[in-house]
């Protein structure tokens, strides 16, 4: 289990010590964060980290999974599309299928932990199921900017219920919302296999046993396949790159166990590129692994993220954490990690032909892809790295618990 004292010499001597101190309060504190899937997708990634660091500093800090039938994933699914701002549907059922799952957790699961922090809206009406003895928080992952009436509607009078809710970004907070907020950043590990300094040998070898081509300079773009990621927008993208530049493209997505729309997406896309591309232009790839991602990044020339929406993008802080420049939609939580011409170029998600004229210089400027990747490490350090989070996290818990006593209990 990795330890705060890893970090040292990652991020600066200041923060080590004031999460240290920060955390003499909440010796022993019993916290509990539940969400809804235990890989796949950035609120994973950010718990399998952040609840040893937890641990490691004094606090006794658990993870519990909402587990739910795919009935119920097609329904939170609709709920962070609706949330996204899509039209979407929600039948009396759909409503009965979501509450129901909730309760069926509440009555096998006791949470009387000192705190609650529940991920995301799937485990959202939780709050309401048991006696709120201790703080309850909701930290929302999504862009709230500007949400579907209807499904805001019917989530909103849940938040009323927490004594803070948690978003990534200032412009997420509803102006409707009554709840205290905090803002707090997303962050990525750099221990994680995910993110961990390979060699250039290492990453050549993961590649190829991987069967991803390295003869050519190539583009990638790393996501779920999910239409908000825009995979036929990346496509569209490529072809116009191919015009002038011989590379190749590579789309990676996992598929997200809480996330049913991805298997059909994929296929889809799949179409697409052996209809429309020579073959062995591009490969796509849906295996889960951490290596292969860190590889990935570390050797793509250029790394897209042509979002259509997102929360925060980590795909967006960990191809910058390893230097290599990124050319990113100006959407959601990727404003806040690229400082467009500087750590990267930031460009309207529809316009495709911009996206293509960076690719293309990037691809021919090594010299001013290897500055910007520098500039775009050296501020995810200063920003997004996970101490950071643990930081931010026990300061919010020391708000909510300011007189609490914990023992050993
Ligand atoms: N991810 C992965 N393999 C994939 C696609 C994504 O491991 O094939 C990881 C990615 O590295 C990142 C997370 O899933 O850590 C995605 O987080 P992000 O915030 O970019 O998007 P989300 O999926 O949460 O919308």
């Known amino acids: 289990m990795k330890r705060l004292d890893d970090y040292i010499g990652i991020v600066d001597d200041s923060l080590i ?78 409503k009965e299928i979501f509450l129901q799952t909730n309760q069926n957790y509440a009555t096998y699961t006791h949470l009387t932990h000192d705190a609650v922090i529940i991920h995301d809206p799937q485990p959202m009406p939780l709050v309401m199921l048991y006696p709120q ?37 200032e412009d997420y907070i509803p102006p409707d919302l009554k709840t205290p907020t905090t803002i707090i950043h997303p962050v990525i590990d750099p221990l994680a296999l995910k993110n961990r300094e390979m060699t250039p040998e290492e990453t050549d070898a993961i590649l190829t046993s991987f069967n991803v081509p390295l003869d050519k300079p190539f583009i990638t773009q790393i996501s779920r396949f999910d239409k908000w990621k825009d995979p036929d927008g990346v496509l569209d993208i490529f072809r116009e790159v191919k015009k002038d530049v011989d590379c190749r493209l590579v789309l990676c997505g996992n598929m997200a166990t809480d996330d049913p729309e ?17 073959p062995d232009d591009i490969t796509l790839i849906t295996i889960a692994n951490h290596e292969l991602v860190n590889a990935l ?21 960990e191809a910058l954490w390893k230097g290599t420049p990124v050319i990113a939609s100006r959407v959601g939580g990727i404003v806040l990690q690229i400082k467009n011409g500087y750590t990267g170029y930031l460009i309207e998600p529809t316009d495709v032909s911009e996206f293509a004229e960076h690719a293309k210089e990037l691809l ?28 931010d996290e026990i300061k919010m818990l020391n708000k909510l618990l300011p007189d609490k006593k914990f023992g050993p209990t």
């Open 297 to 317: 990044q570390r050797r793509s020339n250029v790394i897209i993220q042509k979002s259509l929406r997102e929360g925060f993008g980590l795909t967006v802080t």
């Open 133 to 169: 003895i201790q703080p309850w928080i909701w930290r929302c992952h999504i862009d709230l900017s500007s949400p579907n009436e209807m499904i805001w509607n019917f989530l909103k009078p849940f938040t009323e219920h927490y004594n803070k809710v948690v978003v990534s970004k």
């Open 17 to 94: 010590q004031e999460i240290r101190s920060r955390a003499e309060h909440l010796q022993d504190a019993r916290i509990v964060q539940v969400n809804s899937t235990y890989m796949g997708g950035g609120v994973a990634e950010i718990l399998s980290s952040l609840i040893p660091l937890l641990n490691d500093i004094g606090l006794r800090c658990g993870w519990r999974i909402l587990h739910g039938t795919p009935d119920f994933f097609a329904i939170t699914k609709k709920f962070h599309n609706g949330l996204q701002g899509e039209a979407v549907e929600l039948s009396e059922q759909e």
């Open 262 to 278: 991805g298997l059909q997406i994929y296929e889809r896309v799949k179409t697409r590129v052996e209809r429309e591309f020579p």
């Open 364 to 391: 021919a400027d090594p010299v001013k892809a290897r500055e910007m990747g520098a500039a775009g490490k050296e501020f995810v350090r200063q920003h997004f790295l996970l101490p950071q989070l643990v930081l």
